[in-house]
């Protein structure tokens, strides 16, 4: 069972700054590909970016490519989310996925197996 622990969210204004990260318990954490989704209020779950066990590829989603980069460090069991250039539509609570080996989009939550409890991001305009 892998526990994953959300942190970084906060308040910030429009154009700002946040750095998430997501730390795990599970020692073999780099055999996990890690993934970021985020759900807005009366809005569905969707996802933002994953990154491969080694952090050598990557894919975002349209709407944040650009401005948010994903990365991992695998001795300290953590995976982190930099977001520059925040809009308030980037508003939404964030939460960090691990995903074992097998079949199925990486872009889909379905397919994630461990989830962190999720940390609140605000941009205010």
């Known amino acids: 069972q892998v526990q994953l622990v959300g942190s970084g969210g906060g308040l910030v204004q429009a154009g700002g700054s946040l750095r998430l990260s997501c730390a795990a318990s599970?020692?073999?954490?780099?055999?996990?590909?890690m993934g970021w989704f985020r759900q807005a209020p009366g809005k569905e779950r969707e996802f933002v970016v994953w990154?491969?066990?080694?952090?050598?590829?990557?894919a975002y989603a349209d709407s944040v490519k650009g401005r948010f980069t994903i990365s991992r460090d695998n001795a300290k069991n953590t995976v982190y989310l930099q977001m520059n250039s925040l809009k308030p539509e980037d508003t939404a609570v964030y939460y960090c996925?691990?995903?074992?080996?097998?079949?199925?989009?990486?872009?889909?939550?379905?397919?994630?197996?461990?989830w962190g409890q999720g940390t609140q991001v605000t941009v205010s305009s």
């Open positions: 996925a691990a995903r074992s080996p097998g079949s199925g989009s990486l872009y889909s939550g379905t397919t994630y197996d461990y």
């Open positions: 990154i491969n066990r080694s952090g050598g590829s990557t």
């Open positions: 599970e020692r073999t954490f780099s055999s996990y590909t």
